[in-house]
């Protein structure tokens, strides 16, 4: 992969990176010369992702974080910020799915979705701002959305609700922010080959009496450029939203999607 440096001297905290588009976001974030700091929920990092650490034993750590929990995002910002010093960005990528039809949906789901996709991502979002702000580090936020979060769907109806929620999130802390010089913008991929999908699958064969796989093949046909998205092909916008390049763009949410969206 060619680096053109556009993270170098930057401190990066990316979330639910374990695995998926967060741990290919950190490998193309350390590839373009960034401190990371990454967070999952496991107490010990993934496989791919200590493998990742033993190519970056210098400029990449593991913090295992609960993002429901303030003290355990508070300890995460603390022990990055005592290995790399300041967060310049924020990547706020943990999130967790789960779909039933609309009458069957119960508050337990309910409960877990919004912990996890909002209020996880909003207070965590909250003390790296607060850190920002107090230290004058003109930093940029990168939020996880979805096109979920664009239209609801029969099936999805709390998780679309999440996303719906991170892109106005985005844009409230984007102009409370901007005057601070600091940048919050969000991703809304389409739809991506990870573990999530696997489990997104599963779902949609129960409820829609399909074979396992099918809906997957389904979706990526679906896509007006005919296949689902890479990890690796959400990186370039995470990239761009964090760098220089992208320093007169705040409270957008980007697509990401193969053309599923056109806003
Ligand atoms: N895969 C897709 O098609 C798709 C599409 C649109 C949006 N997204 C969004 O992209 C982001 C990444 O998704 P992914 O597909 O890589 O999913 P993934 O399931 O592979 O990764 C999500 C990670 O979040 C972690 N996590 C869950 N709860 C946590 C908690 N309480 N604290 C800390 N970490 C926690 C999980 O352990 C996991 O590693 C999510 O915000 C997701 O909603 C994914």
Request: a negative charge; charged letters at 15%; hydrophobic letters at 50%.
């Amino acid at each position: 992969m060619t680096s053109l440096a556009r993270l170098q001297d930057k401190h990066a905290i990316l979330t639910g990176a374990g695995g998926g588009i967060g741990l290919a976001v950190a490998a193309a974030y350390l590839n373009e010369g960034a401190r990371c700091t990454v967070a999952d929920i496991s107490a010990a990092p993934s496989a791919e992702l200590a493998a990742l650490m033993a190519r970056y034993p210098q400029t990449l750590i593991y913090v295992a974080t609960d993002i429901t929990k303030s003290s355990s995002v508070e300890q995460l910002i603390a022990r990055a910020s005592q290995t790399f010093g300041p967060v310049h960005v924020l990547f706020n990528n943990a999130a967790v799915f789960d779909m039933a039809p609309l009458l069957e949906s119960d508050e337990a789901m309910y409960d877990r979705l919004f912990d996890v996709n909002v209020k996880g991502m909003f207070f965590t979002m909250q003390k790296v701002l607060a850190q920002m702000a107090g230290l004058g580090t003109r930093g940029a936020v990168i939020n996880m959305a979805s096109q979920a979060g664009r239209r609801g769907e029969a099936l999805v109806s709390h998780y679309c609700a999440t996303k719906a929620a991170v892109i106005s999130y985005t844009q409230s802390a984007a102009l409370a922010m901007a005057p601070a010089g600091i940048r919050v913008n969000a991703i809304a991929p389409g739809v991506v080959d990870t573990p999530m999908w696997g489990h997104v699958d599963a779902l949609f064969a129960r409820y829609e009496g399909l074979q396992a796989g099918e809906k997957k093949i389904a979706v990526g046909h679906a896509v007006p450029l005919g296949r689902m998205g890479h990890p690796d092909e959400i990186a370039g916008a995470a990239i761009f939203l964090a760098s220089a390049e992208s320093a007169y763009i705040t409270a957008q949410t980007l697509n990401v999607d193969g053309g599923n969206v056109m806003s």
